[in-house]
């Protein structure tokens, strides 16, 4: 089966009232954050940035498959030396709506910018925060499980046979659950933890994640032939990733000169 790929320019909250109810099995996106992108994207204020993103939010509510997902790369910045809240305000915003906040991934920025301040250290994460319409979604745990290594064996060596069998170790294991299923392994499931690099080099965006990033996601919650769609496509990341991962994908960007970039870039790609 072919693999479908539709990008759209323009507004995401009035494209998006022309795709259907539940058609989308995945979303993930980084809308522009507050007060930032200003000469891209307006520069939306904190104090109506949940006003701003809401009726958006609706719409991927309606949207989205109910065994579908919805991850959201978004960080609160800095204003006078305090945390703006707007991100907390939105996710309780977006509970009133329907949404259930069910995890929340953390992506570790491996080679964050260095800087000093006054009150507080270099910013090295951000926040990936995960919304279901129900508590039934798909997902895909053995799509993203990781070598187990060495440490295994070296903490399973101190365990007894009695240990072994039982859901709390004697010697405090902290696998919090039995962990005979873990004996003999070489894979294990990955935590809620992301080691990944930015995407420093990206000068076709200002603020480009890294494409393993929507990857790990699309193979996390998707399969093959699965739709994904990202509202706030930026430079495409997201779209790339679902078509090396045969996804079919929708991308929205309301920068013209952003989706040209992607729309060449597909023709490219077809050659």
Same mark, same amino acid.
């Given at each position: 089966?072919?693999?479908?790929?539709?990008?759209?320019?323009?507004?995401?909250?009035?494209?998006?009232?022309?795709?259907?109810?539940?058609?989308?099995?995945?979303?993930?996106? +980084?809308?522009?954050?507050?007060?930032?992108?200003?000469?891209?994207?307006?520069?939306?204020?904190?104090?109506?940035?949940?006003?701003?993103?809401?009726?958006?939010?609706?719409?991927?509510?309606?949207?989205?498959?109910?065994?579908?997902?919805?991850?959201?790369?978004?960080?609160?910045?800095?204003?006078?030396?305090?945390?703006?809240?707007?991100?907390?305000?939105?996710?309780?915003?977006?509970?009133?709506?329907?949404?259930?906040?069910?995890?929340?991934?953390?992506?570790?920025?491996?080679?964050?910018?260095?800087?000093?301040?006054?009150?507080?250290?270099?910013?090295?994460?951000?926040?990936?925060?995960?919304?279901?319409?129900?508590?039934?979604?798909?997902?895909?745990?053995?799509?993203?499980?990781?070598?187990?290594?060495?440490?295994?064996?070296?903490?399973?060596?101190?365990?007894?046979?009695?240990?072994?069998?039982?859901?709390? +170790?004697?010697?405090?294991?902290?696998?919090?659950?039995?962990?005979?299923?873990?004996?003999?392994?070489?894979?294990?499931?990955?935590?809620?933890?992301?080691?990944?690099?930015?995407?420093?080099?990206?000068?076709?965006?200002?603020?480009?994640?890294?494409?393993?990033?929507?990857?790990?996601?699309?193979?996390?919650?998707?399969?093959?032939?699965?739709?994904?769609?990202?509202?706030?496509?930026?430079?495409?990341?997201?779209?790339?990733?679902?078509?090396?991962?045969?996804?079919? +994908?929708?991308?929205?960007?309301?920068?013209?000169?952003?989706?040209?970039?992607?729309?060449?870039?597909?023709?490219?790609?077809?050659?």
């Amino acid at each position: 089966m072919k693999i479908q790929t539709n990008i759209y320019q323009g507004d995401a909250g009035i494209i998006l009232r022309d795709i259907e109810d539940d058609t989308i099995d995945l979303i993930v996106t +980084s809308p522009p954050y507050a007060d930032q992108r200003k000469d891209s994207y307006g520069g939306i204020s904190v104090d109506k940035y949940v006003e701003w993103f809401l009726p958006i939010c609706q719409e991927l509510l309606r949207v989205l498959k109910p065994s579908g997902t919805f991850v959201l790369n978004i960080k609160e910045r800095v204003l006078n030396s305090e945390r703006s809240t707007y991100v907390i305000e939105l996710i309780l915003e977006m509970k009133k709506q329907g949404w259930l906040w069910t995890e929340e991934f953390i992506w570790h920025k491996k080679n964050s910018y260095p800087g000093k301040w006054p009150n507080r250290f270099r910013d090295a994460w951000e926040r990936l925060l995960q919304f279901n319409k129900t508590k039934r979604f798909n997902m895909y745990q053995e799509a993203v499980m990781v070598p187990m290594g060495d440490w295994a064996k070296t903490r399973l060596r101190k365990l007894s046979e009695t240990d072994k069998i039982r859901d709390t +170790s004697k010697v405090g294991s902290g696998f919090g659950k039995n962990i005979s299923h873990w004996i003999g392994r070489e894979m294990a499931y990955p935590t809620n933890v992301l080691h990944l690099a930015t995407e420093c080099s990206n000068r076709k965006h200002s603020a480009a994640f890294p494409e393993e990033l929507p990857s790990w996601f699309i193979r996390l919650f998707t399969k093959e032939n699965d739709m994904v769609m990202d509202p706030f496509m930026g430079s495409g990341t997201t779209i790339f990733a679902a078509q090396k991962l045969r996804r079919n +994908s929708i991308g929205i960007e309301i920068v013209e000169d952003y989706y040209n970039v992607v729309k060449n870039s597909l023709k490219e790609a077809e050659l």
